[in-house]
């Protein structure tokens, strides 16, 4: 398969990966990237339970349902054309997670 260059562009809706959310309100997604298809592992701190500026929203609307979060491909490959200033590790692609 020819390497993917880098570019930053967004993945159109939903894309299904693992997702684990740990007491912290840590989120931690894992699985392919839809763009270049390499496996890719995506932490973030969704922050502190009723903190001022938490987003609680959630795709569904119900309570207690899960975030919804944006992923970046950090699969770490050496994507052609990744400029050095960029600080990423994949190929540029940015998603949404898909709720659980």
Excluded: N
């Excluded at 020819?2 to 939903?14: F, H, K, L, Q």
Aim: hydrophobic share 25%; proline share 11%.
């Amino acid at each position: 398969m020819p390497e993917i260059p880098w570019a930053e562009i967004g993945m159109p809706g939903w894309h299904r990966t693992d997702r684990i959310e740990a007491p912290d309100r840590s989120v931690t997604v894992d699985g392919p990237c839809p763009r270049c298809h390499h496996e890719t592992s995506f932490r973030i701190e969704v922050g502190l339970p009723g903190g001022v500026g938490t987003k609680t929203q959630t795709t569904s609307g119900a309570p207690g349902a899960s975030l919804p979060v944006t992923v970046i491909c950090g699969c770490g490959y050496v994507h052609p054309d990744r400029p050095a200033e960029s600080g990423e590790s994949g190929c540029g692609a940015y998603w949404y997670d898909q709720e659980s």
